[in-house]
């Protein structure tokens, strides 16, 4: 089989599998610490995907715009390093492993901690590295050799080491404070672990008996449930509905407890009725107004979501339960005044759903003030810089803000609290090593029980990937990293604190960049849910379509920030796109069995260029600089349009088109020879600049390209060369295809057959009647014209002909040659009368006052945009008939 010889038709099956392999046994994805400190260094380290996902389509977009960046830089000769790794998720995997237990009928407190672990990482191994397989699918070309875990030992001592430093400069304490606690998975949360929707609720307002007798105060709350708890009332103390009542005391009902009315600033006198019930073991307002004024805590709700015995009668009861049979008994006993339907806001487990429980507990807190500033710094200097740069306000809004991060959770799996305390002297100590006794008095010790939260071993995966805290030749040469690409819902989850921990323990940056980009959606805007049966699985679009045809939809029309609607229509216009490469491809490697590709790349001396050519290579160099420009500012989606629309658009439809000619003619040698360069060296640059967005076909391709070596993601990345770029062949060439289609929309809207030979007559001036008149075979040719005849402007008009304007050119088809006049104006006749018809009817449901008033504004609309398409195919169809009877 000859090099040039490929399969007729394209089939990623047959190529995408043997061409990674083939990547990966050539060790292209592999890179070491480069000493030339002239030699550009990139690094992008890849949000490491969790243990328990597969592949989301979320996940193809992420990875794909970081392989873009990545095979293009690498293509430049940089020091390429792309670093992958999976994050341990300790919510997630325990839950998975927890209910694969109970399939067994076994729980996690059968098996105990140190049993649950070892299953855990059993489970780790055997589905863990499922994610990694499935982004091999897509391409992603990262330095497999390098792969991190979160929990590995390398990352696990770094891990060790940041949190042993934040506890002896303060930065790490444990506390009570009020919580985010998911009842669901029995372990606090973050701020940022939880979501926030709208929900429409009731507002109900109470009735709480002044213990004087003289009368009552309304408090009005959305969770009737923790008055159970209430320890007070509070009113802003500038309301003066309630300046004589600060002081006194009210009788909780149900509970029958006397509990005092406050004054804080806090309470906003315009919410329900201006008084607050204080429950402050259940509400993080209600948390700090308590300490303020010294009210108790009393929990009402336990840590499984059911009531506690301090709920008296309605322990044991769920929430949900507990607030109907509140509910009902205040409305019994006379104390509920009011019930309003009301819309808030109620925070639910980003993982689980579950709504969360305020509760107040024993936790471990990282400080943020004096992390925060640094890294607030970091981006207003433009150290860090968010693209789009919208989201720098988002990011400094949330910073200068940020609340202390409870960083501990009630779990096993993880990395453990390396916290110890004695049994003897109670002393507390924080240890980089396992403790086996006290260092003070030689006790013996007991490890605290919780783990961290996973996006603290997460935040430092910029320096923990590369061997920190020792001194690595990758942490020389490669941190700060290049860019870090991820989706803006993380940005507080993840990109905050990488750059603050970075800040701390680095002294520098993690990254100078960080490139957003949107989330997929459901065609109607809606999110994508897998449950809901909305998402999209980008493995079986791999299957169906090659890879390829997903990283090129995906990409497609993609602003960097903005959500991205998913269209299944833009996967068949992708499979379309690669298709059209393969054959076009195929066709040029046909004419190329007898065609020796230069080396060295030196041009050819007895090569003849003629307009076409100059035009190509005009274009394709234009091409290069403007999609380098473009990936320079991470604008994918605008090169990824460029390249396509220069490979169909110019490369396939008019230049091979013209190639044909003297491909095909034996007079020719020169001309021949030419073609077959020019075509060779366009093929060669376009599939170059490809291949970032499509890396499996332009390999599959370029494999079988004349003087092709080795692999094409290793080749050069073209550039623009100054000595090709030529705007006069440019310029001359648009006349020219402005020309051929006019001829060719002409005959469209007369129906010709595309195979029917017509005749043309064009008249032209100045500059445009040598470039026509000099070219005047290739637009016959393109045209698909059985003669064509160029006169001077100012000679008469042909009678009876279909005409086009182009600048400085009229084109004329006379009709006589190209339809039967007489039938074609017979049935242009009877489409006027129908579209009379239609036109009469819309304008006579418009002026009918009462369908315009009643009728919904959509409606009335749509019968408007008729009327005026109506009109518009009448115009055009009275146009040419007044050309067929001129």
């Not at 039938?823 to 009368?833: A, I």
């Amino acid at each position: 089989m000859a090099k040039t010889d490929i399969s007729t038709t394209y089939s990623p099956k047959e190529i995408e599998e043997s061409t990674y392999q083939f990547w990966l046994d050539r060790g292209y994805f592999h890179a070491e610490p480069d000493p030339d400190l002239e030699r550009e260094h990139f690094t992008i380290l890849m949000p490491p995907p969790n243990i328990t996902g597969t592949l989301h389509i979320g996940h193809a977009l992420d990875f794909t715009i970081q392989d873009i960046l990545i095979r293009w830089k690498r293509m430049q000769g940089a020091n390429v390093c792309w670093i992958p790794g999976t994050d341990h998720a300790s919510i997630a995997t325990e839950a998975k492993v927890v209910a694969s237990l109970a399939t067994e009928g076994i729980s996690k407190a059968d098996v105990g901690r140190e049993r649950f672990l070892e299953i855990a990482w059993e489970w780790k191994e055997k589905y863990g590295g499922e994610i990694v397989e499935q982004q091999k699918k897509l391409g992603a070309s990262c330095d497999w050799e390098r792969k991190r875990f979160t929990m590995d030992p390398v990352c696990s001592k770094a891990v060790r080491e940041v949190f042993v430093r934040l506890f002896e400069k303060g930065l790490i304490y444990r506390g009570d404070r009020m919580v985010n606690w998911c009842p669901n998975c029995g372990t606090s949360l973050s701020d940022v672990e939880v979501e926030h929707e709208d929900l429409e609720s009731a507002l109900w307002h109470l009735r709480y008996p002044l213990t004087d007798g003289s009368g009552h105060v309304v408090v009005a709350t959305t969770r009737p449930e923790t008055m159970l708890g209430d320890t007070g009332v509070a009113v802003n103390p500038k309301d003066p509905r309630y300046s004589e009542l600060v002081g006194k005391t009210v009788i909780l009902p149900i509970m029958d407890r006397e509990i005092p009315i406050v004054a804080d600033d806090h309470v906003d006198p315009k919410f329900g009725t201006g008084a607050v019930k204080i429950t402050p073991a259940h509400d993080p307002d209600d948390f700090e107004i308590g300490e303020r004024h010294g009210l108790p805590l009393v929990t009402v709700i336990g840590p499984d979501g059911i009531m506690t015995e301090e709920a008296g009668k309605f322990a044991g009861m769920t929430r949900e339960e507990c607030r109907s049979a509140v509910v009902e008994e205040l409305k019994t006993e006379g104390f509920l005044e009011e019930i309003e339907t009301y819309e808030h806001a109620v925070g639910h487990c980003q993982r689980c759903g579950t709504t969360v429980e305020p509760m107040v507990s024993r936790q471990w807190f990282v400080k943020m003030k004096p992390l925060a500033e640094p890294a607030i710094r970091a981006v207003k200097d433009g150290s860090v810089r968010f693209v789009p740069e919208r989201f720098t306000k988002t990011y400094l809004n949330w910073m200068e803000n940020v609340r202390d991060w409870c960083i501990s959770r009630q779990l096993w799996w993880g990395h453990r609290i390396p916290v110890w305390y004695c049994e003897g002297c109670d002393h507390m100590f924080a240890s980089r090593e396992d403790a086996a006794q006290c260092p003070q008095c030689g006790g013996p010790v007991r490890q605290d029980p919780d783990v961290l939260d996973t996006w603290f071993s997460s935040a430092l995966w910029s320096f923990s990937t590369m061997g920190w805290p020792e001194e690595t030749l990758e942490l020389k040469h490669w941190h700060p990293t290049s860019v870090l690409v991820t989706g803006y819902d993380i940005i507080f989850f993840w990109v905050a604190r990488m750059i603050f921990m970075s800040l701390e323990f680095m002294g520098e940056k993690p990254f100078s960049d960080v490139l957003l980009h949107g989330l997929i959606r459901n065609p109607d805007g809606s999110k994508m849910s897998r449950s809901k049966g909305t998402g999209v699985n980008p493995l079986q679009i791999i299957d169906e379509y090659g890879a390829d045809t997903l990283r090129f939809t995906l990409i497609t029309g993609n602003t960097p920030g903005n959500d991205i609607r998913w269209r299944p229509e833009k996967v068949e216009a992708s499979r379309n796109f690669c298709n059209k490469i393969w054959n076009a491809s195929r066709f040029v490697m046909m004419n190329l069995e007898d065609f020796a590709a230069p080396q060295g790349g030196d041009e050819p001396e007895d090569l003849e260029f003629d307009l076409a050519d100059r035009w190509i290579m005009s274009r394709l160099n234009r091409v290069a600089a403007e999609i380098t420009e473009l990936l320079g500012r991470y604008d994918m989606g605008e090169a990824a349009r460029t390249i396509y629309e220069f490979v169909w658009g110019e490369y396939c439809d008019w230049y091979i088109e013209l190639a044909k000619r003297r491909l095909y003619s034996d007079d020719d040698p020169a001309g021949r020879r030419t073609a077959q360069y020019v075509l060779w060296k366009v093929l060669d640059g376009s599939l170059k600049l490809l291949h970032p967005f499509m890396p499996f076909i332009t390999e599959g391709i370029w494999q079988h390209l004349p003087g092709s070596e080795e692999s094409i993601m290793i080749e050069a990345w073209p550039t623009m060369d100054e000595a090709w770029v030529d705007a006069e062949a440019e310029a001359h060439m648009t006349t020219l295809m402005e020309t051929v289609r006019a001829i060719r929309n002409i005959r469209a809207e007369f129906n010709v057959a595309p195979g029917k030979k017509v005749d043309a007559i064009f008249q032209a001036e100045g500059e445009a009647f040598d470039i026509l008149s000099g070219n005047i075979d290739m637009v016959v040719h393109l045209a698909g014209l059985a003669g064509a005849s160029v006169e001077q402007v100012f000679q008469s008009k042909p009678e009876k002909a279909a005409a086009a304007v182009v600048p400085g050119i009229e084109v004329y088809l006379p009709l006589a040659g190209m339809v039967d006049i007489d039938k074609e104006t017979e049935r242009l006749r009877r489409e006027e009368e129908n579209l009379l018809r239609e036109v009469k009817m819309a304008r006579g449901k418009l002026s009918n006052e009462g369908f315009v008033t009643k009728a919904p504004a959509h409606v009335v609309q749509k019968q408007r945009d008729r009327l005026s398409e109506y009109e518009e195919k009448l115009a055009k169809i009275r146009t040419r008939i007044a050309q067929l009877e001129g």
